[in-house]
């Protein structure tokens, strides 16, 4: 998320928002944000206008709105220049009197929702491990197959962002993928059709994937600031077509492409365990998570929660929360399934499907169901060009 302040007079007036928020810019004119936020499309960016005539409300009508702003001007209290702005799509109008940091910040917070409920019902999730090991892969590949098992009305979507040689093609059964993400970021229209030959794979009748990298050199070509624009309009338009959309980031790296997909996603899940060392990891990350404003959509999952020498709930939740302004809790713990996971982690097989009854994967269903099927969220997505296609695919395949 960025705040962006436009004023011409006290251009610090809202300076307190960045203890709360990493990203705050000021301007000094509109022209100089909406330069801005044209190269801004991929990030949620909240508008806070200080104006003092009804021309400076006009020159909003500059800007080619997309569904990723929330704006606020702030303003005389004249009842002309509130319908003048409302008319032209203005989030909320705030008289100067009230326009203190914490109306502010009740605004931004009210924001998220808005902003979601305009970018549509799919949901985009991103998963991130504190270190290699923690499980990060194997839960979201299982946890994929499982929601579309059971829920074959919707269309899932896999995709593997990991830093390192990817693994989970070896689970969806590609051995040796012709196409891969770096392949699938290339293309131009974003049809599906094109989306099935540069990449896109079919596991079963309703769950899709991504093969990731298949080279550690090929790591290179997500850093290319060219190439994450390609990427986030990838997960952009995958919206279309995918109710749900689950992407493996692999281990959390402070790198652009890592932040920008998190900042993208409706939802951050972060695999944890609860292990000292591990708490020690996690609680650099939270500090990342309490800055970027990304609290209300982060959730910690503590995998292996009921091993043998690990801490409490309580007290891992207790370590999070030391310092910070927000009460971390942890949101979903697994247990540990060591003879199963083991087993098909050894044979690069889905947990999900040789062993459907085991804890791990009955637990992981809670999982799914507790968060990814809201029927007023994440209602399944209609388009008819979607549906035709896809009765049309599932009949070739």
Known sequence: MIISY??????????????????????????????????????????????????????????????????????????????????????SYVNYEDSNVEKMKELISLSKSVIKKRKGKSNVSV?????????????VMNLAKNIAQNHPEKNILFLDFAYTKAISNLFFEHVQPPKT?????MVQNYNLQELF???????????????????????????????IQRFLNLIDNAKNYFDIVLI??????????????????DNIFVVT????????????????????????????IANR????????????????????????????SLPNDAKHLRECWNEATLVNDVYPESKFVKKLHEMGEKFFLDPEVHAPIHSDEVVNFMQRLRKWL
């Open 127 to 139: 998963f991130t491990g504190i270190s290699g090991g923690v499980g990060t892969t194997t839960i």
């Open 248 to 265: 493996d980031v692999g281990v959390f790296e402070d790198v652009e492409l890592e932040i920008d997909i998190q900042e993208l996603a």
């Open 181 to 185: 993400i770096i392949d699938i970021a």
């Open 273 to 300: 365990e609860f292990s000292i060392p591990s708490m020690s990891i996690l609680k650099t990350y939270i500090d990342i998570i309490d800055k970027s404003g990304w609290y209300n959509k982060t959730h910690i």
């Open 6 to 91: 436009v004023s011409t007079v006290d251009k610090e007036c809202y300076l307190k928002l960045k203890n709360d928020f990493t990203d705050v810019k000021n301007f000094d004119s509109i022209e100089a944000f909406i330069n801005f936020y044209a190269t801004s499309k991929n990030r949620d960016v909240i508008l806070l206008y200080r104006v003092n005539s009804a021309q400076e409300i006009q020159n909003l009508s500059k800007i080619h709105f997309g569904n990723n702003i929330y704006m606020i001007v702030i303003g005389e209290n004249n009842i002309e220049h509130s319908l003048l702005a409302g008319k032209i799509g203005v989030d």
């Open 197 to 227: 030959e540069n990449g896109l794979e079919k596991y079963n009748n309703n769950l899709y994937f991504v093969p990731g990298i298949q080279k550690h050199t090929d790591r290179e070509f997500f850093d290319k600031a060219e190439n």
């Open 305 to 332: 929660s009921d091993s043998y020498g690990n801490i409490t709930e309580d007290e891992a939740e207790k370590i999070l929360s030391k310092g910070l302004k927000h009460q971390f809790k942890i949101d979903f």
